[in-house]
């Protein structure tokens, strides 16, 4: 009877097998290196990407940092111009408010009856030292003074005897409040003696 090995068939269509196995393996795993040199690369073109541009708003940050500051200077030495500014109008607002109180008051002294000896005027408030005749005189001056558009709020702050020459004078101290008026208000004053408050 006629008998064929066949293992050494079988061990070489095995090996063949293990072989074509290995191959499809290493193919695999070739393509998945492939697969992940291509990722990886394209995190490293990304990280790079970012990098990139954090450092371009690195640049825009430190470019807009000085430009702040600059702005923040820019805006200090505003503030410092506008406050000299106010100081200086504010000046010639007192300087013009004198002036006018002061041309307002020498029109309205009865040069014959009253003289004034000291015209001191302070921001809003203005105060005057002066001698009458007598009381009517101070009385009828205050009342001048209240119908005045530069003066509010007239007051008698003290009244008293002078002798001089043998007449009984009056010495008087007079307050109010100046401001120049605005040209869009009429303001309506009220007449009589009344209006001037007296304080003795």
Request: net charge positive.
């Amino acid at each position: 009877m006629l008998r064929i090995n066949l293992l050494p068939v079988k061990k070489i269509k095995q090996r063949a097998e293990a072989w074509r196995q290995l191959k499809i393996f290493g193919v695999v795993f070739v393509a998945l290196l492939a697969v992940l040199a291509v990722v990886i690369f394209g995190l490293i073109s990304k990280v790079n990407g970012l990098n990139t541009y954090i450092t371009t708003l690195e640049a825009k940050k430190q470019k807009l940092a000085q430009t702040l500051k600059e702005i923040e200077e820019l805006e200090k030495k505003k503030k410092e111009i506008d406050k000299q500014s106010e100081i200086v109008q504010n000046l010639d607002k007192s300087s013009a408010l004198a002036a006018h109180a002061l041309n307002e008051v020498a029109n309205l002294v009865p040069n014959e009856r009253l003289w004034l000896t000291s015209f001191n005027q302070s921001g809003p408030t203005l105060k005057l030292n002066g001698i009458a005749l007598d009381d009517q005189t101070v009385a009828e001056f205050m009342n001048k003074l209240t119908k005045s558009k530069y003066m509010t709020n007239v007051i008698l702050d003290n009244t008293a005897l002078l002798p001089q020459s043998g007449r009984n004078l009056k010495s008087f101290v007079l307050s109010s409040s100046v401001s120049i008026p605005d040209p869009e208000k009429k303001e309506v004053t009220p007449e009589g003696p009344g209006t001037a408050a007296q304080k003795n």
